[in-house]
């Protein structure tokens, strides 16, 4: 049985044009084992996509509502399901 994950996460606030898909991208690279990407959208919200091991989907997403992260985080909302596969890596889009 695989404990692999699919956390999509939709991060509002001020979360464009201050580096936080760089950011987003390097802390999954740092926590390991994750692919998936960080997108912005037309509302300004960010999109994240991680998939890998739980535990790792759990420290993005601990990072995403730290106050470490650059810009001002208002809210994260996120959901789980199961891995679809199909990404190379961990991509800023």
């Known amino acids: ?5 699919r956390m999509t996460a939709w ?3 001020r979360v464009q044009g201050v580096g936080f898909r760089w950011f ?3 802390n999954a690279l740092e926590i390991g084992g994750l692919v998936g990407f ?3 959208l037309d509302d300004g919200r960010v999109q994240v996509v991680a998939e890998g091991a ?3 989907c ?3 997403l601990a990072w995403l509502h730290s106050a470490d992260t650059p810009g001002r985080v208002d809210g994260v909302t996120e959901i789980w399901a199961t891995p679809r596969g199909g990404y190379e890596g961990f991509a800023i889009r």
């Open 24 to 26: 987003t991208r390097a």
């Open 11 to 13: 991060v509002r606030g």
């Open 38 to 40: 960080a997108l912005n």
């Open 58 to 60: 759990h420290r993005l």
């Open 54 to 56: 739980r535990e790792n």
């Open 1 to 5: 049985m695989s404990d692999d994950v």
